[in-house]
């Protein structure tokens, strides 16, 4: 960067008085280094008091750029300028309608649009991982094709009772109600118990729980192809659903808060502070308190007026400061400086563009001045190099998914929250379990109860029968 000294230029008019400068830090643009002011703004301060034989007082430091009163007054730099105090405002300035009433603009110096910088977000564990390994339309698939076997099986059973001897052993042996034991075959079987079976089987494959030949005992063999596709396309896709999820157990979950001001507002984790003196602060300021803008204002903690300000407010963590790209920037650069990574991220939408412009009071006449060196440099491209260089780590950091993390690569144990999700399921699966060992006891116990009382109830009627007849038996008798 070129350095401007604060005292004027050698070449300084013999007649007249020096232009009056004032200036706020604002780099790229703006920086007090030293005695010297550095940074784009200044080079062009420079070109151009070197071409046209200008000096200039030393400049007037202010770090407020300006916003209307109630009264209609400005405060900051543009103040100065409505009262014209000064001749030059290196700002540089976003240009509004309201600002213009009081102050004339150079060509435009740079373009940007407003972002939101927040604390990036760090892992967090999924209870729900255990799903992820598949999306949930391959889950969806999955379901179905566990009821189209169950009904393939049935109908394979159905087909295959329907050309075989009604009477084929199925080598099931039973009780019957006598005690004797006997041969099941095709007749004893119910479309019911074909159908139990089936989910059992098909349930008990898919789970690599493995499998008893009851399907086989009551359906026969001529679901035999079925039985080795299904059990082959089991094993590809429990191979598929354990190496994805091995993989994904290191692999953590990162929540993204938000990605625009609307889904800022309508959160209360992250909290927000705004630039003080700045468009979008005035924006927020007048606008309806119950829009969006309304609400950003009202729930502010701070409004910072310097970086330093604002990068002592990020410090506490999970914070969010919507602002402009340079000031975006300005933070990232900063906090990668001091620790060596992106500490910070950028919500991916954006919102209210503005350009960049020096000031100067109405009707100025060195407008036209600053006007041709700006559009030198820009037709040069030095304005977008100068721009580039300083944000070289910023840059990084701007462009990085609020996903993504550079310490995305290292070791990470595994915790008991990463298990609460499996831990979960297993829970519901043993409850399940409990519930229906527990509904079998006592269906079983009302089953036996009812015979019970039918065996008493049977001998008890046979008696009755066998009583010898009373006293008008014998008399017809």
């Not at 005690?179 to 095709?186: A, L």
């Not at 399907?215 to 079925?226: C, M, Y």
Request: with cysteine; glycine share 8%; proline share 5%.
């Amino acid at each position: 960067m070129l350095k401007v000294g604060m005292n004027g230029t050698e070449n300084a008019l013999k007649t007249g008085r020096c232009l009056k400068i004032t200036y706020g830090d604002f780099p790229p643009f703006c920086q007090t280094v030293g005695d010297n002011i550095v940074g784009i703004a200044a080079n062009i301060l420079k070109f151009v008091t070197q071409q046209n034989n200008f000096c200039y007082d030393p400049p007037d430091f202010d770090m407020k750029w300006g916003s209307k009163e109630d009264n209609g007054s400005w405060t900051g730099m543009m103040g100065k300028l409505a009262r014209k105090e000064v001749d030059v405002a290196l700002g540089p300035f976003g240009v509004t309608w309201d600002r213009y009433q009081v102050a004339d603009f150079s060509k435009v110096v740079h373009v940007t649009e407003h972002f939101i910088v927040y604390t990036r977000p760090g892992f967090e564990s999924d209870m729900a991982g255990f799903i992820k390994p598949f999306p949930l339309l391959v889950w969806g698939l999955l379901g179905l094709t566990l009821i189209v076997m169950i009904w393939a099986l049935f109908g394979a059973s159905k087909s295959y009772r329907g050309v075989c001897s009604a009477k084929e052993q199925l080598g099931r042996k039973r009780t019957s109600p006598e005690g004797e034991m006997t041969v099941k075959t095709f007749d004893d079987v119910t479309s019911s118990e074909v159908i139990k079976d089936s989910v059992f089987w098909v349930l008990q494959i898919f789970s690599a729980q493995g499998a008893n030949s009851s399907w086989v005992a009551t359906s026969g063999r001529s679901g035999t192809p079925l039985v080795i596709l299904w059990m082959l396309f089991c094993f590809l896709v429990g191979s598929m659903y354990k190496s994805n999820l091995m993989a994904m157990l290191i692999l953590p979950k990162v929540n993204i808060p938000f990605n625009n001001l609307a889904e800022m507002v309508a959160q209360d984790k992250v909290k927000w502070g705004l630039p003080g003196h700045s468009i979008q602060t005035t924006k927020y300021k007048e606008a309806d308190p119950s829009s969006v803008f309304g609400q950003v204002w009202a729930r502010k903690e701070i409004t910072a007026t310097t970086i330093q300000q604002g990068t002592a407010y990020m410090d506490r963590g999970n914070r969010a400061v919507p602002c402009n790209s340079v000031t975006a920037l300005l933070f990232l650069q900063v906090f990668f400086q001091r620790t060596g990574r992106c500490y910070l991220a950028v919500a991916r939408e954006r919102f209210l563009p503005i350009t960049f412009a020096m000031a100067f009071p109405k009707e100025s006449p060195y407008v036209q001045k600053f006007d041709k060196v700006i559009l030198n440099l820009r037709e040069f491209g030095l304005i977008d190099y100068w721009y580039h260089q300083t944000f070289k780590e910023g840059s990084r950091c701007f462009h990085m998914p609020p996903h993504k993390n550079l310490e995305a690569n290292t070791l990470r144990p595994l915790l008991m929250e990463d298990l609460y999700g499996i831990l979960s399921l297993y829970v519901a699966g043993m409850a399940l379990a409990a519930l229906s060992l527990v509904g079998e006891v006592l269906l079983t116990a009302a089953r036996k109860r009812r015979t019970m009382g039918g065996a008493k109830s049977g001998p008890t009627q046979q008696r009755a029968d066998q009583r010898p007849h009373g006293p008008a038996s014998l008399v017809a008798n």
